[in-house]
């Protein structure tokens, strides 16, 4: 079966229903919608749901396989302008085909949905790598990136991989995490969050993971200029991408068995592979 690319009906649908579990606003246009408080904004690009916030993302396209699963107990929703029309709602049932799960995707889905520019083996290596991870990139757990059709593809997972993975180990006993911050003093500072004032130089990030059979927690200190792409989403929350490659690395280093040789894309020394999660 073809797959078939998500309406904005159908989007309009699933962003409702995360709008209500979450008590949240929805206002919307012609070109997407918006969850307000938050002013998170929820578009379609080449019919697949697009938010920067990855967490949202991965409840959208929860409800949206949900529906395409079970179309007869879609959601209720009370606003008349978002119910859907006898027609849409049939068409819901072959939604599944657009997100249908990882081990029936096809090398062509790959290159379709995933990255236009991969060959059949780059394609085939990324879906490989998926299974055996066990990695779903539907729900952003994993990338394939390529700048161009002269350079190697690369497969990257997203933070939300480690930890989900991390989390489903019976030893995980939870992480906490930060930057690392120099105080217009001189005095350095390692704190939780990333909250930095505009007087303060950012250093690096940390992470410490907590594993119930070890003694002692595994920390990860990583520096600032290390990563720094001073570009885009690194010139724009550089405390967020250098957390994050804290973490990742932590995890990595706590589970080597099921994490070892997989990284995330923050932690790709060049400048133009950035994903924000």
Sequence with gaps: MAARTITMDELGTAVKEYASRHELTVSSNEKGFCLMPGDTVITLAEGKPSCSNAEILDSLIEILMDLAEEPARAPQIEDRQYRQSTSTMKEKASLGALVKPVSQLSIQDIKEHFCKLATDQEAYTFLQTCLMAGANPWLSEAYLIKYDEKSAAKTVMGKYYFLKKAEKHPQYGGFSSGIIVQKPDGKIEERVGKFMLSDEKLLG???????????????????????????????????TMIEKVAIVQSHRDSFPSDLGGLYDASEIIESECVVVE
């Design 205 to 239: 990030g940390w992470c410490e993971v907590t594993r119930l059979d070890r003694k002692v927690p595994l920390k990860v200190t990583v520096s600032f200029s290390e990563y720094d792409k001073g570009n885009g989403q690194w010139r724009k929350m550089g405390p």
